[in-house]
């Protein structure tokens, strides 16, 4: 799938969206194997200056996703998180989504650190993450998910691995992402 994919900001003008997306998200029956104890964060949007939100659009078509940059120690730290809705899963999306949210967190932001986490019990999620990412470690049997344990990955990149990644990549993929 080659559309062009953009993160756009949620204002107070797209929150209705945001939130209609976030509900179809959250209220599948498999959203605790995805997100463990976060299936229970409230599904209205909050009035919350720490985290800037996204709708992910694709050019000419509906939405496909929501993604979130949470800014922690005086906005230095970030971490990411993004879900699409589940037809648009499997499709390479959510790599591009990744891309591009590091580039939003390092580049508009400013971080110095980018962090996020998966689920042993969410492939797509670990695998896309260690696409961009560096696997920092392994918290074993860290999430009771349906009465299993698993281990949660945490992935982490430094301003400076960011900056590294820039200059090896090619120019054709940075216009998507
Ligand atoms: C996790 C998520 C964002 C990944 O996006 P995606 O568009 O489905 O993933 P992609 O198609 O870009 O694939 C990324 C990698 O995962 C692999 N993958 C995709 N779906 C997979 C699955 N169901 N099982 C195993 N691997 C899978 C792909 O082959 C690809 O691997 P590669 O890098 O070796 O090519 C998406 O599946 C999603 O929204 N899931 C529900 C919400 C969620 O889990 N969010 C993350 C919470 S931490």
């Not at 899963?89 to 110095?112: A, H, N």
């Not at 961009?132 to 049997?141: D, F, H, S």
Request: net charge positive.
């Amino acid at each position: 799938m080659k559309d062009r994919l953009t993160l756009e900001l949620v204002t107070p003008f797209n929150l209705a969206e945001y939130t209609k997306l976030q509900h179809m998200i959250m209220s599948q029956p498999d959203r605790y194997r995805s997100f463990g104890a976060w299936s229970t964060f409230a599904v209205e949007a909050k009035d919350d200056w720490n985290t800037v939100r996204f709708l992910v659009t694709r050019e000419g078509a509906a939405n496909v996703g929501i993604a979130w940059i949470v800014r922690i120690h005086q906005d230095d730290k970030a971490e990411l998180g993004l879900a699409l809705i589940p037809e648009y899963r499997g499709k390479g999306l959510g790599k591009i989504v990744g891309r591009l949210l590091l580039r939003q967190s390092f580049d508009s932001l400013g971080c110095q650190k980018v962090e996020s986490f998966a689920l042993g019990c969410n492939p797509a999620s670990a695998k896309m993450q260690k696409g961009g990412m560096r696997l920092e470690g392994t918290q074993v049997r860290s999430v009771k998910v349906s009465g299993v344990f698993y281990d949660r990955f945490w992935f982490g990149l430094t301003r400076e691995e960011w900056i590294a990644q820039i200059a090896n990549r090619p120019a054709k993929l940075d216009a998507v992402g």
